[in-house]
């Protein structure tokens, strides 16, 4: 099945052409074959895990080539793919959660017309993030970079009727564009050192060119996470991750929470091997890591826009696993550990806030919902269970897997310097704040006072809330139970850190500063401490329908810490006036020449006009003039 | 030939010429300036006979002086003799710009001249007796194509000058009778010009006649010579004038009666004639006397 | 007496046929003007037919001779015709080709 593992990438995108070309005519059908083509990848990739588990750890690093794609000189790209247990995490987890929300979107896009479109789009993107993840080159890792991009474009300008919704898929589109910049010049530097971009070339290798080339060996490093970066939404390319929220729910839960969005972590720890050698790229990327963590936290409390407000804590949520990953060797498997349960609870989390805009009239802001445990049990239940998961209480899977990220954060450099403490710190508070976000948003949709009601006559707004069909929920019940099991399923016996190390290397277990017992303890302590205030002030207290004006941090939040003003005035504005000095110089210096030039000669022609005065006296002035210059030059060269 | 009368010829010559040149620019009338263009064609053609040319000589004269001078004249007087021009240019700078021009052209022709060596002189002294038949030797010999050329040229030129002199009769062509009757309507003058007349004491064209009272008729005098200046005053005796006041007899002293038949007699004595008429006459007659 | 003076002499009297052209008005003198420098170049031939002992000069002044006088014929009837449109022999009243 190793052998066949191309057809992950080909059924969904035969699938995606076939919906396209089709077009109104596969109407009726077009969704179901979509929901088969993810199906029939998630079964390929099913058998490919399995056969991979049978084999010895030695042998689990397989490259399957494909064809010759380029020959240029000293370039040699093959189109391959690569087999090994950090590619089939991800093709696991793609496969499996995208099987499950498209047959979340069946029901959940049922009154749309372009339900079919739709899901060409969503096939589109499954097969663009496994040739990411599957690539075994930087450059097909790239093709699959842009496919993800060009389909996130597609997915979140879906109802682009709509200038808003238009807007934000640009804005997303152009953001990635400006990250793959550091991409671009990332696969040249890596070229111009290691003369190939195959990994099976480029990451051995990396140790042993080290020598003499840390400069290079870092800027690569840089280079690579700001592509990251841009991807994944990390600070200071995030600001595109909130306005995603305009394409459709499922959207959001497939790309923005589960997968897209990781593609940056895959990155970073798919060259691990390069940042090991480059320290400082690594203290970096951890930097961007707990900055972006701080930044999602403090933007997700004061969000009403509950897809808003589930974005922030992704944005956050990836800051965690940048952080991690950013530890270097100790921490790439926790990242990754933290990523696969991370897409569980938030998928889970954003088709249960699809569940609830579907029973509440497609309405986002919480200040509209309340009390919404009894009218909608299932989704309740299920989002519940997420909430758990993401705050880290034990044992459901966020505990296992953030709790790891924070402990390796105190165990950083050794445990010397100010590292450990800043990096551990961070993470800690950034736990404290997910929990009161997480919570206020948990108990403003589902308890407290209803803030809707039944009837028409009353003055809150009219809603039935009702649960979801079936095909919407089951799979968040699905999700629900791996939000629940899966951590610490993985971590029994540590396996998926074995399971991950022919990838990441052996997991080196460094100490951290404070003792385990202590990490934990106040880990627990915070996020209690975050339920608890959530509880008081948004389950125990009525919510106001109207945000109140709240502190100077409070509103800061609300604008996003003003991202956008600041993208605006210091990339925008002198964007815009260096493209109007463009302008402005091309039509004053470029065209102003050229016409200057013709109105030169048109000048010059008026004047030399003068000369025709009609005397004749004048005409013959002129003759005997010429006749004078041709005798003196015929007697100069006589001479 | 390095003869002195050569010498004496040219240096004698030379100035005259190039004064006479210089007074076609600087002649006021047209007329002075042809006068000087003739002397320095006859001038030159002096010098072409002095440079044993004397065919060319003669056929300057001919040619030249006495065709196409006289040609010049011809249009000058059809043109009008007034129409000269003063020293003073119309177009700006045009002055400085001519006379620059012209000293400059001299001067660098001057220069070639200078480099060139035009010593020595072989002559043609044996061409000069038979002149007219060595000139149709070369010309019938080496140059008949252009010969033939000029004399298809001449003819050209001579068709060109008939056309674009000719007026066409556009309109109706005018008769004797019509020009006489425009003459009639637009009240110009039909009688030639007065005669001397009984008084005049000359009959020459540029003295004025006198009319019957004895003064001049300015009109009598042609306008060429009124223009001219060249009217000669008239000599016309004062007393002429008083006896004619004295001397004519008053129309009212003549008989009027038709049976008398009486002639009137030749002095104005008013009483003879008194007594017989009328006394319906005598109031009038006795009035009159008066006069 | 050296023969060269004629030559000299010519140019002078062609300069001032030059000058002539260009600084009277009327248009008689002009072409007066053209006349003499026609006729100083045909001085100029002369002499030079008499420095080289050829007769061609003598000849081509001949030519020279009769395409001026064709020359003057055409000239004076072209004078002739302005006179009788415009009532003017100045030169600078025949400015209709102005700019």
């Not at chain 1, 807007?167 to 910049?181: E, G, H, I, L, S």
């Not at chain 1, 939404?233 to 959001?252: E, I, K, N, R």
């Not at chain 1, 519940?384 to 209480?393: D, F, P, S, T």
């Not at chain 1, 329908?545 to 996003?560: H, I, K, N, Y």
Request: aromatic share 10%; with cysteine.
């Amino acid at each position: 099945m190793i052998n066949a593992s191309w057809l992950l990438i080909a059924i969904p995108l035969a699938s995606a052409a076939i919906l396209l070309l089709a077009g109104k005519r596969s109407n009726s059908w077009g969704h179901w074959l979509g929901v088969l083509a993810s199906a029939a990848s998630f079964a390929v990739g099913a058998g490919a895990l399995l056969e991979m588990l049978g084999k010895d750890a030695s042998e689990r690093v397989v490259d399957v080539h494909l064809f010759d794609w380029i020959s240029a000189g000293s370039l040699q790209v093959d189109a391959g793919l690569r087999i090994d247990p950090l590619s089939l995490t991800f093709v696991m987890l793609v496969t499996f959660v995208g099987t499950l929300i498209h047959i979340y979107s069946v029901a959940y896009m049922e009154h749309d017309t372009d339900r079919r479109r739709f899901f060409a789009y969503l096939n589109l993107f499954v097969a663009s993030m496994l040739i990411l993840v599957l690539a075994n080159s930087y450059l097909l890792l790239f093709v699959g970079w842009e496919g993800v991009g060009l389909a996130s474009y597609l997915l979140i300008g879906f109802w682009n009727h709509n200038p808003n919704y238009a807007t934000a898929a640009k804005k997303a589109f152009v953001m990635n564009r400006v990250a793959d910049v550091g991409m671009i010049i990332a696969l040249g530097l890596i070229f111009a050192l290691f003369g190939s971009l195959s990994f099976d070339k480029v990451l051995p290798q990396a140790s042993a060119l080290v020598a003499g080339n840390e400069g290079m060996m870092n800027l690569i490093g840089l280079m690579l996470l700001v592509a990251a970066c841009g991807k994944s939404a990390q600070f200071p390319l995030q600001a595109w991750l909130g306005d995603a929220m305009a394409g459709p729910t499922p959207v959001s839960a497939l790309i923005h929470a589960a997968t897209m969005v990781t593609a940056g972590v895959y990155l970073i720890v798919r060259s691990g091997a390069i940042f090991n050698v480059a320290p400082t790229a690594l203290l970096v990327v951890a930097i961007v890591g707990a900055i972006t963590l701080l930044f999602g936290a403090i933007v997700g409390c004061a969000k009403d826009d509950i897809k808003k407000a589930l974005a922030a804590s992704t944005m956050s949520q990836i800051g965690y696993m940048m952080l991690a990953a950013g530890l270097g060797p100790i921490g790439y498997a926790f990242a990754i550990f933290h990523l696969l349960t991370h897409g569980f609870f938030k998928a889970g989390m954003f088709l249960g806030a699809g569940s609830v805009m579907h029973g509440m009239n497609d309405d986002v802001n919480m200040r509209n919902f309340g009390a919404l445990n009894k009218a909608m049990k299932i989704t309740w239940i299920t989002f519940g269970l997420g909430w758990l998961a993401i705050l880290g209480v034990p044992p459901f899977s966020g505990f296992w897997s953030k709790d790891k990220i924070i402990e390796s954060a105190f165990a950083t450099n050794h445990g010397e310097g100010w590292q450990p403490w800043v990096f551990g710190l961070v993470a800690l508070i950034g736990a404290g704040l997910a929990a009161f976000y997480m919570s206020r948003l948990f108990f403003m949709t589902f308890h407290g006072k209803a803030r809707w009601s039944t009837e028409e006559s009353s003055e809150l707004p009219t809603r039935h809330p009702h649960e979801s069909p079936a095909l919407m929920v089951w799979p968040m019940i699905i999700l629900a139970v791996g939000s629940a099991l899966l951590g610490l399923f993985l971590s029994l016996g540590n396996r998926f850190t074995t399971w991950l190390a022919p990838v990441t290397g052996e997991l080196e277990h460094h100490d951290p500063v404070l003792s385990v017992p202590v990490i934990m303890g106040a880990t627990l302590v915070l996020v209690f401490l975050g339920a608890f205030l959530a509880w008081r002030q948004y389950g125990a207290a009525p919510v106001p329908t109207e945000p109140p004006v709240g502190s100077l941090l409070t509103q800061a939040a609300r604008a996003d810490l003003y991202q956008d003003q600041f993208n605006e005035a210091a990339f925008m504005r002198p964007g815009q006036y260096a493209t109007r000095a463009l302008v402005y110089a091309d039509k004053k210096a470029v065209d102003g020449s050229v016409t200057g030039l013709a109105g030169l000669i048109g000048s010059l022609g008026i004047g030399i006009q003068k000369l025709h005065n009609g005397y004749i006296r004048s005409y013959a002035a002129m003759m005997l003039a010429g006749l004078l210059i041709v005798l003196i030059v015929a007697f100069v060269i006589w001479n | 030939m390095t003869s002195g009368a050569e010498a004496v010829l040219f240096w004698c010559l030379a100035p005259l010429m190039v004064l006479a040149a210089l007074g076609l620019i600087f002649a006021r009338k047209a007329v002075h300036a042809t006068i000087c263009m003739v002397f320095v064609m006859i001038s030159l053609a002096v010098m072409y006979i002095a440079n044993q040319a004397p065919f060319l000589g003669i056929v300057q004269i001919v040619v030249y002086t006495g065709a196409v001078m006289m040609l010049f004249l011809f249009v000058i007087m059809l043109v009008g003799v007034d129409a000269g021009d003063s020293l003073v240019d119309t177009l700006k700078g045009q002055r400085w710009i001519g006379w620059l021009l012209g000293i400059g052209l001299g001067v660098v022709v001057f220069s070639f001249l200078g480099r060139v060596s035009l010593a020595g002189g072989k002559g043609h002294a044996e061409t000069v007796a038979n002149n007219p038949a060595e000139i149709a030797r070369v010309l019938l010999g080496n140059f008949v194509f252009p010969l033939e050329l000029v004399g298809v040229l001449l003819v050209t030129a001579a068709i060109a000058a008939l056309t674009m002199t000719h007026r066409r009769n556009l309109t109706k062509r005018i008769g004797q009778k019509e020009l006489a009757d425009t003459r009639v309507a637009s009240g110009a003058r039909l009688t030639p010009l007065p005669s001397p007349g009984v008084f005049a004491q000359r009959n020459a064209m540029d003295v004025p006649a006198l009319d019957p009272h004895g003064q001049p008729v300015e009109a009598s005098v042609s306008r060429v010579l009124r223009a001219r200046g060249q009217e000669r005053d008239a000599i016309y005796d004062p007393d002429i004038e008083l006896l004619d006041e004295a001397g004519r007899p008053a129309p009212s002293t003549w008989d009027r009666s038709v049976g008398s038949g009486a002639s009137a007699p030749a002095n104005g004595e008013s009483e003879s004639t008194a007594v017989t008429e009328d006394s319906g006459n005598a109031e009038s007659t006795s009035n009159e006397k008066e006069d | 007496m050296d023969y060269a003076n004629y030559v000299y002499l010519a140019v002078i009297l062609f300069t001032i046929g030059a000058a002539t052209v260009l600084l009277r008005r009327n248009a008689i003198i002009v072409f007066m003007g053209i006349e003499l420098m026609l006729n100083s170049a045909n001085l100029a031939f002369v002499a030079f037919s008499r420095i080289n002992g050829d007769l061609t000069g003598q000849v081509v002044a001949f030519f020279v001779m009769t395409v001026a006088a064709a020359e003057v014929v055409v000239g004076l009837a072209i004078i002739v015709s302005i006179y009788r449109s415009r009532r003017s022999v100045s030169v600078d009243d025949i400015n209709l080709l102005k700019n």
